[in-house]
């Protein structure tokens, strides 16, 4: 999809009403920034892009941090048929809001919303669904930005992932997200996508695990 198609696609519009009305500043996401119609599509268009043509055709997708809704739409918009398992902190008021909409525009689509700090609910879920191991094709990758963190979700994504699947870590112009992964990649474990289709940038990293 290009920018203008986003933009002017109703969902958006409700999603962006739906942040006004709450009236809490906006963490930045792939649509906007601290406010509603502060939008920063042209700034990532190149991780959009990435983000639904990595989406296409998958049938289990993991989101860990979930925000407004605005990713997960996204790849709605591609991929309405995927069943999505969804981890976020909470800590915003819009996230409920932003996700009853969604669920209501989407009812075909399995939706599936953890709250809870990701470094215990991931292992929570993985302790009671030990059928869905290694089962998802995707994994979006945007939770917490310190590395006590986003250390433990790199682990516990690595025991939800099929062989071979994707991983799209987000943040990678962050310091110390592009240290930790790139200390991954000198040590084997992990490889980066190697997709004529992927656009490259330093927003964020796509890779599969060794």
Known sequence: MDINSILNNIHVKNITKIL????????????CDIRPDNYV??????????????????????EI??????????????????????????????TIPTLNYIKTQFPDTKINMIFGNSI???????????NNINSFDLIHLDGGHTEDIFSQDYINSKKLIVNKGIIIFDDYNMHR????????????????????????NNKHFIYSYL
């Not at 980066?192 to 992927?198: C, P, R, S």
């Open 177 to 200: 997200i592009k240290g930790f992964i790139n200390r991954k990649i000198k040590d084997n474990e992990i490889i980066e996508l190697n997709d004529k289709n992927i656009i490259k």
């Open 20 to 31: 006004k009305d709450v009236g809490e500043r906006v963490e930045g996401n792939l649509i």
């Open 41 to 62: 599509i042209s700034s990532n268009e190149s991780k959009i892009k990435n983000l639904q043509y990595l989406c296409k055709n998958k049938k289990k997708i993991i």
């Open 120 to 130: 215990e609910t991931i292992p929570e879920y993985i302790r009671d669904n030990q």
């Open 65 to 94: 941090g979930v925000n407004g809704c605005h990713s997960l739409l996204l790849m709605l918009l591609i991929n309405p048929n995927a069943e999505y398992l969804l981890f976020d902190l909470g800590n915003h008021k819009y």
